[in-house]
Each structure stands twice: as C-alpha cells, then as structure tokens.
C-alpha cells in the first residue's frame, strides 16, 4: 500500500536558516505529492502540490519537487522566520481519481 | 468562500455515550472525506463520499462508526458506544472531482472521551 516517511522532529532553527524536511514515499504508479502545513490552534492548509516527476511546486518561499528516482518530495526554504513554526505534513494521493491522501507523521518546526 | 467548517470544534463525553459531528464542505465540492488525527501521528484515512454515495471506508471505520452525507451537502460523522480510544481530532475535507485531489481541511472536532 501507499506510505509516506518523513524526518522525525522537532527541528530547532535560528531565523533565516536553511530549511530541509525530508519526505519519502512508497506508492504504485504515478502518485501526486503535497505538503500540508498546521500553525497551532489551527486546521491543515494546503502548502504546495507537485502532479508529476520533475515538477517543482512552491509557495511563500517554499519549494519541492518531485523526485521518481529516489521517490522523494524534500521540503526547502532558503531562509526561515519565526512565523514559520509549524507542524509540516508530507502527503500522497494515488494516481486513481478517487483516492485518498495517505500522511506522514508530520515535523515540527520550530524558529527562534 | 468560508472554507471547510466543522461543528462542535470540540466534545467531551463520557464513555458509552453516542456523539455526532457536522461537517460542511465547501459549496461546490463534490467530494467530502472524514479522517482521524491522534497525537503526534499524521491523519488517517476514515471514509469519503462523492455526492450522497460512501465510496470508500477504512478498515479503522468500525461498526460503531457511521457516516452520512444525505444530499450531498454537509455530512454527519456518528460514533456509538464511545471509547476512550476513540480520543482524537476528527477532520474534515473536501474536494473538487477534477482538482487532482487537492483537498481542503476544516479545522477539525477535537474528541475527549473519559
């Protein structure tokens, strides 16, 4: 079945770090990749999405791209701030149109 | 767009008592999923609808676990008998057909049982 394997946390920066979350996944065919973010007190909320190999999706200064050949989806930000601090979730969707997301256990990011 | 609301935002109950939850997806989404987040552990997959129809449940989704999705709108989440294992926060999400899944959350039911 389909899994996601991401990097335990919590992970501890100073503002304006480089950012690396690593995500790996295990799924037949062509799934698509996400990363969800949760700031405390509140719900999930999509961070960015790549649909095929190759693609690089990004959002506020976030980026990832979507790697087949070693079947991963790394998160990346060039330079942290405080307001980033979060719980990140990597996810899957299988390539049928009705599949469901399949999660990671999550990171937590904490700036200082 | 109010986004993805979910009603109560938190319960308390006692163990053996029955809870219901309301989920009100975003207005022209067909898709509505249920999923279940413990902590320190990423949600998991409950069951989903597309329109009024249950497509698809987890095997997490035991008999004391129904869902409901009458006319295709909002959607009720029934627990029976509950447990203390049970305890968790419920989310709620939905999606368009052809939105390549992209699914959008609401902020979630967070269930204490004693």
């Known amino acids: 079945g389909n899994s996601v394997t991401q990097m335990e946390g919590p992970v501890t920066l100073s503002e304006e770090a480089f950012l690396t979350i690593n995500c790996t996944y295990t799924a037949t065919g062509y799934p698509s990749l996400f990363w969800y973010v949760q700031y405390p007190g509140e719900g999930l909320q999509l961070l960015l999405k790549a649909t095929k190999a190759d693609d690089k999706g990004s959002n506020k200064g976030f980026e990832a791209t979507y790697r087949k050949e070693t079947t991963s989806f790394h998160l990346e930000k060039g330079s942290v701030q405080v307001s980033d601090s979060a719980v990140y979730f990597c996810?899957?969707?299988?390539?049928?149109?009705?599949?469901?997301?399949?999660f990671g256990k999550g990171t937590m990011l904490l700036v200082s | 767009d109010t986004g993805v609301s979910q009603d109560p935002r938190h319960k308390i109950t006692k163990r053996g008592q029955n809870v219901t939850f309301r989920c009100d997806p975003i207005?022209?989404?067909?898709?509505l999923y249920w999923y279940r987040q413990t902590l320190g552990q990423g949600p998991e997959f409950l069951t989903y609808f597309q329109n009024e129809a249950q497509l698809e449940k987890s095997r997490l989704l035991s008999d004391r676990f129904s869902a409901e999705r009458p006319k295709g709108s909002f959607s009720t989440l029934e627990i029976q008998r509950t447990e203390q294992g049970d305890s968790a926060m419920y989310l709620c999400a939905s999606s368009l057909r052809l939105a390549d899944n992209e699914q959008f959350f609401g902020p979630g039911t967070r269930l204490t049982v004693l």
């Open positions: 996810a899957l969707s299988g390539d049928s149109g009705y599949s469901t997301l399949t």
């Open positions: 207005s022209e989404h067909n898709r």
